[in-house]
């Protein structure tokens, strides 16, 4: 055989993590609230199970399961429990300076497989090298004294890999497009509790749902189905339950009679809203009030 010069290649890393902070999975109540924090690092932030409400710098927007998000360093970052709900979550703090990095800002993305797997083997080693990175702090305490052989590299890597597929991918979103879908989701719960506001104000009358839209400088249709969203049922149905609530109020009371009660919600028949009442009971406002349940 003749005798062949081979050559070694030097590998070239573009990407490189130059330290982790922390690395953990939180379970949060319904009540959760971390206040925010800013610090000079990158951090992503994954859901495992339910959804978050994410505060970046002074956008807000929602963060839904499978899917992962970037803080760039020094932007305020806070997270706290979505419309009170439970959820599950990783956080993983590194830095890394490398220029693709730029990309990530301002971006979600949705995991895949392999992804999924990258950020487990990050939480494995990160859970044997980092001390107290088990909670809302932006670092442990420390890094153990004893670990298996190549944990910080192996943490490093799962990182590293995972930022690489992200990248390669090129497949995300701008957290604006979610900002604005909770802005205006915020404007819908917030026409529906004006609504039920004014109903509750309106309480003695008989509304329509052209005097009802007027007061809210919306039309018919649109706010039908906006608060149909909302609150899961029509304008009139949600009035008159509201309407029921207030007559077993007024019974309970006991200050004024059956005939005095409906006029008061706005029913100069006393009879329909009788059969009204019982319709929506099970009861007539006799056995009502005879009754010691609400």
Known sequence: MTERNLHGYPLKKELTVQAVVSAFYHKSPKNFVFA????????????????????????????KAGELAFHCPNEFHAVAAYENTTANFIVTAFECRSRCMRYFNH????????ERECLNRALQEAEVLLIGSS?????????????PFGTQQMLQS????????????????RIQQR?????????????????RAYLEENISRRLTLEEIAAAQCCSVPQMKKLFRAQMGRGIIDFFIDLKISE????????????????????????????NLFKSRTDMTMTEYSRSIGE
């Open 158 to 173: 799962a990182i590293e890999q995972l930022l690489i597929s992200l990248y390669r991918r090129r497949d995300s979103m």
């Open 179 to 195: 900002v604005e879908t909770y802005a205006q989701q915020n404007s819908y719960r917030q026409l529906a509790k004006n609504i």
């Open 36 to 63: 925010g924090e800013s610090h000079d690092f990158w951090e992503l932030i994954y859901v495992d199970k339910g959804r978050i409400l994410i505060t970046a710098g002074e956008q807000k927007y929602v963060l």
């Open 135 to 147: 909670n809302m702090c932006p670092s442990g305490s420390g890094i153990a004294s004893s670990v």
């Open 247 to 274: 007559a077993k109020r007024l019974i309970r009371e006991g200050t004024m009679n059956f005939t005095q009660i409906a006029a008061a919600l706005g029913y100069d028949n006393s009879c329909y809203f009788a």
């Open 107 to 114: 971006r979600i993305m949705v995991l895949d497989a392999f």
